[in-house]
């Protein structure tokens, strides 16, 4: 089946613009996990859904960052007023549980550059 | 909050040989994560292995949750196995979310 795909690719943006960037999980799973990763690093937690829910949010910077799933499916996670240090490559994962232990499937990721 | 450990950091072999790659742990785990990252970012599930032994083709691992240790074997490695390989934890106490470590960078030549 499809897996994690995130939209757009590559976005290119000016220091100060909002953007938006677009995941939709694997089909049935109802945990969503949003990462980021800067160059030469590990991904890092962002964010956390269960559901329409986000369960855990405490790896977001700062008050810049928001995140949605309003119907349980796609996620949008949001950056306002966007700064050169947000440039990273952002990453989803999807897993079928909302409990610990299920296996995380992850997304081509979003290549974000803050010019 | 858990600690993750990878060596070596960076690992240069000749096309056909083994290698093994370690990852420590600071703390007891529910999920345990091995993954390939290709040259074009994408991160590639090879193992989700909280604990015991599984293979796939060239590749196996083994997780020692009572040590806290996780091993990754890739024998008669080829060019195409280049690249960053993860392991990412999930606390078991705590919220659901990975820990990676810092990742070894493996390059295979021809």
């Known amino acids: 089946g499809a897996g994690v795909s995130q939209t757009p690719s590559n976005k290119v943006t000016e220091k100060g613009k909002y953007v938006e960037l677009r995941c939709d999980p694997i089909s049935g799973h109802t945990a969503l996990y949003w990462y980021r990763q800067s160059l030469g690093q590990g991904p890092e937690f962002l964010i956390y859904?269960?559901?329409?829910?986000?369960?855990?949010d405490s790896g977001l910077p700062n008050d810049r960052f928001f995140a949605v799933r309003p119907e349980g499916s796609v996620s949008t996670l949001k950056i306002q007023r966007t700064e050169r240090g947000d440039s990273a490559v952002y990453l989803c994962a999807s897993s079928p549980g909302t409990s610990q232990g299920y296996e995380q499937y992850f997304g081509p990721g979003t290549r974000l550059t803050v010019t | 909050g858990i600690q993750v450990e990878q060596s070596p950091p960076d690992l240069i072999l000749q096309e056909g040989a083994n290698s093994t790659l370690r990852c420590n742990f600071s703390?007891?785990?529910?999920?345990l994560q091995w993954f390939h990252q290709n040259p074009w970012g994408q991160l590639i599930n090879l193992f989700y292995i909280p604990s015991g032994t599984k293979q796939n083709g060239r590749l196996s691992a083994t997780t020692v949750a009572t040590e806290r240790y996780s091993l990754l074997y890739i024998s008669s490695s080829q060019t195409t196995d280049s690249g960053v390989y993860f392991c990412?934890?999930?606390?078991?106490?705590?919220?659901?979310?990975?820990?990676f470590g810092t990742g070894t960078r493996l390059l295979v030549s021809p």
């Open positions: 990412a934890v999930e606390r078991a106490t705590g919220f659901q979310k990975l820990v």
């Open positions: 703390d007891s785990v529910n999920n």
């Open positions: 859904f269960q559901g329409t829910g986000a369960a855990d």
